[in-house]
């Protein structure tokens, strides 16, 4: 499965984006990570073909996944953005995995895609 993102971009502090990632193949699972510089990358958001969501609690309230099955797509919609949003994306398929209390899925992975808050 080959995965292609698109939508990052530079935008000011309270603006809005939104990536979107197709996969060339169906998944279980489709989500984004993010890892900005001299931080770990973290899941941020990720959706399981039946709707089973999962958002991270940084961005929770301010981002929303969304999932088209038919085209193999998956959204993030990224609302009131914050400078401490800046990182690159990086857009992830394959089944939703639980290791403890945190949820991964890491069996294909897209090119990052920056996303730039300004303050």
């Known amino acids: 499965v080959q995965l292609q993102a698109s939508g990052g971009g530079l935008v000011p502090a309270g603006g809005s984006l939104r990536l979107s990632c197709r996969a060339s193949g169906s998944t279980t699972a489709m989500g984004w990570y993010r890892q900005a510089p001299g931080k770990q990358r973290e899941l941020v958001a990720a959706?399981?073909?039946?709707?089973?969501?999962n958002i991270a609690d940084s961005v929770r309230g301010r981002f929303t996944i969304s999932r088209d099955n038919a085209k193999n797509t998956v959204y993030l919609q990224m609302n009131s953005l914050k400078p401490e949003d800046t990182a690159i994306y990086y857009c992830?398929?394959?089944?939703?995995?639980?290791?403890?209390?945190?949820?991964?899925?890491?069996?294909?992975w897209g090119p990052g895609t920056l996303v730039t808050v300004s303050s």
């Open positions: 959706m399981t073909s039946s709707g089973l969501t």
């Open positions: 992830a398929a394959g089944p939703l995995g639980l290791d403890g209390s945190t949820w991964f899925i890491d069996d294909y």
